[in-house]
């Protein structure tokens, strides 16, 4: 088994170096591969590109490389919340918005949006979208608190609750925007268009800290499969696991989320389709699933972006894909 774990990672590694190198060199602009390691190595180690346009390094530094880490991030973190959410509501039908998190960073940069049109201001749309979601978090948790202990039915529920309110708030501040509505619904759409180092800033550390947090305490989530009697009896606290679980799960989500908008079907169907072809072990399923993510995730982005007809948000894409995908794959399991 460690050896079918050990080919896995090097063919998504693999998978990964060439989808990025394919990445920065496609487009309307084609750029030798040669020069982008070199516009790269230069940057990299503070030197000058020299024989290459300027046009040409900043295509490749400013605009496609930072675009291309951003969803080689965005999957993995989408994909790895996933992995968690699954794990700790025992459900493979959870996924990152389960808990209305995505909902809530949809309301916060719908109000970024919605204040930057009215007033002629700029409200910085990832950080509105990133305090909303977490808000949308402490919400979550105080509904579905019982007592000192979380139940995941509780979690679930008031993570529909808290999504139908903020949904309607979204659907009320598109209707305030009148003819600039369509600003929100791009952003809600999904797209990785606007990303830019500073995006990458942000994902990188919350994303890869996160994960390394979560890889660590992983088993306990095969234990807490047990249920949460057996989970006790075996040393494992389960509502400070869930708790735990919960924060890391919605931290990705929501810097996801407010740096990308709502990439769809991404957290859902990965881990589930992992689950069923590679393993249920949650710690190697967490780290199958995010390399899985980000190599799909980067794909998806670079069809959407070489659409002979123009290019269209990858959130789209991934959801018309991944809802027929994961019906056949779950009628088909069933």
């Known amino acids: 088994m460690k050896r079918k774990y050990i080919l896995f990672y090097i063919i998504m590694i693999a998978a990964a170096c060439a989808v990025m190198l394919f990445g920065i060199n496609s487009g309307a602009m084609k750029i030798n591969p040669k020069d982008t390691i070199c516009v790269i190595a230069a940057k990299l180690t503070g030197g000058s590109a ?8 900043a295509v490749v530094w400013n605009i496609r490389l930072p675009r291309l880490l951003c969803g080689m991030l965005v999957g993995c973190g989408l994909a790895a919340a996933g992995v968690i959410f699954q794990g700790i509501l025992q459900n493979p039908l959870a996924d990152p918005y389960t808990l209305g998190i995505s909902t809530g960073a949809s309301f916060g940069a719908a109000l970024a949006i919605y204040i ?37 039915s509780n979690l679930i529920i008031g993570g529909i609750i ?23 619904v791009f952003w809600i759409m999904g797209s990785l268009t606007a990303s830019t180092w500073s995006d990458v800033y942000i994902l990188a550390p919350v994303v890869i800290s996160a994960v390394i947090i979560a890889g660590m305490i992983a088993r306990r989530l095969d234990i807490m499969a047990l249920g949460d009697q057996n989970a006790e009896s075996l040393g494992i606290n389960t509502s400070r696991t869930r708790l735990i679980f919960l924060v890391l799960g919605a931290l990705i989500t929501a810097v996801c989320v407010s740096t990308s908008g ?16 590679l393993t249920a072990k949650n710690r190697v399923l967490l780290y199958a699933s995010c390399v899985t ?42």
Do not use: C, Q, W
């Open 50 to 57: 020299e024989g290459i346009a300027d046009n040409v390094t």
């Open 116 to 152: 930057n049109i009215v007033s002629g201001l700029y409200m910085p749309i990832t950080l509105f979208a990133l305090t909303a979601s977490l808000v949308t978090l402490a919400a979550v948790i105080a509904i579905s608190k019982r007592g000192s202990s979380f139940e995941s």
């Open 162 to 184: 808290v999504s139908a309110v903020l949904s309607s708030g979204v659907s009320m501040l598109k209707l305030m925007s009148g003819e600039n509505v369509g600003a929100i």
């Open 262 to 277: 709502v990439i769809g079907f991404v957290g859902l169907v990965i881990p589930h389709l992992l689950r069923m072809r």
């Open 293 to 334: 993510g980000a190599v799909l995730l980067t794909l998806a982005d670079n069809v959407t972006r070489l659409m002979p007809s123009g290019e269209i948000p990858v959130g789209v894409l991934t959801t018309l894909i991944g809802g027929p995908f994961f019906i056949y794959v779950f009628l088909k399991k069933r």
